[in-house]
């Protein structure tokens, strides 16, 4: 698209309603471009506009880049919020990468709900974006590369140069005689980016002058093939969860073919806000915890989290070492007993069909955990049930068992949070009593 004024605002009134619009402001030509775009725009526009500058420290001249950005806020009159960010990356880390995610939640915390951040990115960037995702050999989302309008809590981020090439943005930038800062860091080319900006990209324009506008548009198909592939994954998941709505169904997933089955799983672990899994941990979730035998308790970890099976039925949760106490947590009064770390909270509120209150109020309350053997009678049985088989009963994962709280009264057995009050310790119909909720996060 030609860069003017006129064809930005068509492309920002099309953009989600909200009150302010944030733009990230780096100083360079890019983001100096659509601020001055912004600023001519700006008794037209349906927002109040602000702009955000990340200070990284990565290079010297840092300070001088945030002085400019000031220098050239207050010229235009445009409120600027400067972050400074000290990074920290792992071995192993990418700093390209670490910069990144860190500048993007530096603005996301300066942002407020249904918020807008703008970011300058162009045609070139995009084209750039899928070419190295290519090579790392993403998925759909991945050659999607950079969506025009994403979701960003708390609000949105939107590319509404995304149609623009970097020459377009140069030309203006001549056109209007602005100022901007160089980073030196563009020309290293020990960074991907930057080796397929100056590598990579002048050679294909050699042979494809319009290799830039291409791979933007088969992005742009990508992002459209996407959004087919997350409604399909949506349509299965409403299918195969349980009733519980925290698990999926084994017999359910079974009835998709990999392709399928391998999908809602992505779309599955994603929108329970883990990270994905690397293609052959996928494949294992198929073959050993849909697919495997029925008598197995199959798991797969990754990154802090884990993929269970136990009957018919997928679990997902953050893995987690407990270190279960071997002594009992004594309750000494109150409401709320906190539970070792990863393991939630006790609470004891007034309810039917719980504790007696009389003998919860005159009892030593005490919690434990299973050490094996333990026993519970019932009401309305006349002799007592070994816990293990009543676990087995009431389909509780073998991996949920060890971590249960169990509340005794006098050092009898009493309350198995969420299932059951052993008998003699459930109030009578005419008794005050006491429900015990296991709260687990």
Known sequence: MNLT????????????????????????????????LLVQLRPQLPFELRAIHVHHGLQHQADSWQ??????????????????????????????????????????????????????????????????????????????????????DPGWLARPLLDCSRQSLEEYARRHDL????????????????????????????????????????????????????????????KARTKDGDTLSISALKQLNSVRLRNLLRHWISASGAPLPSSKKLVRMEQEAVHGRIDAVPLISWEGWEVRRYRDRLFLNPAQMIDLPAQPLAWLGGNELILPKGLGRLIAQPGEGGVSVTRWEQAKVEVRFRQGGERCLLP?????RPLKKLFQEWGVPTWERERMPLVYLDGELAVIPGFCICQPFQARVSEDAILIEWIKV
Not at 380 to 384: A, K, T
């Open 5 to 36: 004024a006129s064809r930005l605002l068509e492309t920002l009134r099309q953009l989600p309603t909200a009150s302010r619009c944030h733009l990230a402001l780096s100083g360079g030509l890019d983001s100096c471009v659509l601020l001055h």
């Open 67 to 152: 002085n400019f950005c000031e220098e050239l806020c207050n010229g235009y009159d445009i409120p600027l919020k400067s972050v400074h960010l000290t990074l920290n990356v792992d071995s192993g880390e990418s700093l390209e990468a670490v910069a990144r995610e860190a500048r993007y939640q530096a603005m996301a915390d300066q942002m407020r709900e249904g918020e807008l951040l703008l970011t300058a990115q162009h045609r070139d960037d995009q084209a750039e974006t899928l070419l190295l995702q290519l090579l790392r050999g993403s998925g759909p989302a991945g050659l999607a590369a950079m969506p025009p309008l994403a979701r960003f």
């Open 179 to 238: 100022t901007w800062q160089e980073d030196p860091s563009n020309q290293d080319q020990r960074f991907d980016r930057n080796f397929i900006r100056h590598q990579v990209m002048p050679l294909l324009r050699s042979r494809w002058p319009a290799a830039a506008t291409t791979l933007s548009r088969a992005a742009r198909f990508s992002g459209e093939m996407l959004m087919l592939v997350r409604e399909e994954a949506e349509e299965d998941l409403a």
């Open 380 to 384: 309305n049985q006349s002799h007592h």
